[in-house]
Structure formats: C-alpha cells, structure tokens
C-alpha cells in the first residue's frame, strides 16, 4: 500500500510570498496528482505529473521519481489562492487514487 | 466536454434513514467512476470503483453500496446511516484506457448523520 505524506499540514503566508508544498510517497507510481481544495469542499485538479515539471500560472509542479517526491509551488501568492491542497498518487498497475491528507494553505493581505 | 454532476451538495440525514447519492457523468462513454470519502481530519478514502456496467468493487467493508445501472451514472447507498457515515463524498472519473489518464472530480456531497 502507498503511504502519502505531505507536509506542512498548515501553512500561513503573507501575500506575495513564495510558497511551497511537500508531498512524499512509498512505493513506485505512474502518476502524482496535485488537487485544490476550497472551503465548500469542492475539489479541482491541478496537475497530473509522471516526470519533471509542469507550469500553470503562477503554480508549478515538480516530481523527482527516483526520490518519490514532489513540490508544489506558488509564486507571488494571493489570499484566493487560500485552500488545501491535496497530494494523490496512482500506484503503478493500479487504477486507485491514494491521497495524502492534505496541506491547509492560507494567505494573508 | 465531459462534465460530472454530483448531488446534493449538502445533505443532513437522521441516524437510521436510507441514503442515495448520485453521481453522472457526460462527454465520455466507458469511464471508469470511483466514490470517495473524507472523514474529519483524514485524507480522502476510496470507496468504490466502477470499470462498467454493473461491475462494482468494494475497498473498505461498510454499510454503503454502490451501484452502476447506467454507462455514466454511479450511485452510492445505505439503507440505514451510521453516525460515522457523516463525511464529504466525492464522486470522480477517469478514462479507462489511456495509461496516464487524469481524474476529474464532481463537486462533492457534505453529508451530516444526526
């Protein structure tokens, strides 16, 4: 079973700040997936990473498959950018997400 | 464009009563559909995956069931909740064949036990 561990859990920065993300799994994955959280609890997903880095915006996305690790990051961060941010990993040979608990992001003005 | 839709999006149910969520999907033919569940305080937890008609397979024992009557439309049910059945239930979808396929989520259901 693919253990997930994200960290910080919380996570307070002021506006503008360069924030960044952890996430860290056990066992080989095809695919890590970085999700958006906001306080109604819809969920938006962000990045589908296999290798290297992707780029949306302001946010990117790291994975370094041999450490089994990745980073989010947000630059130049915005107090809309406040919600959770979810870690979730798809074991190689299966189709299941396992989801990291979560990292409680908010950005003050 | 494939869409999900998922609902209710809140819901507060007696202790005992029978519980139907439903969950469709459009813009696509045969994916494979998953219900999940966040607990207070704990990560997401598959519950149920769907790679077809009828085809449901289980991952945690418990008083829910799902069912897949349709291509597209996937339904989880209890006949009577728990109290710990209180939780936020997330329906998602991904396509089945493609080997590096991404998920795309509905927009969750709050269920509140009383």
């Known amino acids: 079973k693919n253990e997930v561990e994200q960290s910080p859990q919380n996570l307070t920065a002021q506006e503008g700040e360069f924030i960044t993300i952890n996430c860290s799994y056990s066992?080989?994955?095809?695919?890590l997936h970085w999700l958006q959280q906001h306080p109604g609890g819809g969920i938006v997903s962000l990045f589908m990473?296999?290798?290297g880095k992707k780029k949306h915006g302001r946010l990117i996305a790291t994975i370094n498959i041999q450490e089994k690790h990745s980073s989010l990051h947000i630059t130049a961060s915005h107090p809309r950018d406040s919600a959770v941010y979810i870690c979730?990993?798809?074991?190689?040979?299966?189709?299941?997400?396992?989801f990291g608990k979560g990292t409680k992001l908010s950005v003050i003005p | 464009s494939q869409t999900i839709h998922q609902w209710p999006a809140t819901l507060v149910q007696p202790v005992g009563s029978p519980l139907s969520l439903e969950c469709t999907v459009e813009?696509?033919?045969?994916?494979?559909l998953y219900w999940y569940r966040q607990a207070a305080g704990r990560g997401l937890q598959l519950l149920f995956y769907?790679?077809?008609?009828?085809?449901i397979s289980s991952e945690v024992p418990q008083n829910l069931s799902a069912s897949r009557p349709q291509d597209r439309q996937f339904i989880l049910s209890s006949k009577k909740l728990l109290l710990s059945d209180s939780g936020f239930y997330l329906c998602?979808?991904?396509?089945?064949?493609?080997?590096?396929?991404?998920?795309?989520f509905g927009s969750g259901t709050r269920l509140t036990v009383v």
């Open positions: 998602a979808w991904s396509v089945r064949v493609v080997p590096n396929y991404g998920y795309t």
């Open positions: 066992v080989g994955i095809s695919a």
């Open positions: 990473l296999s290798s």
């Open positions: 979730a990993v798809r074991t190689t040979g299966s189709y299941q997400l396992t």
């Open positions: 813009g696509t033919s045969n994916p494979n």
């Open positions: 769907s790679v077809g008609i009828g085809q």
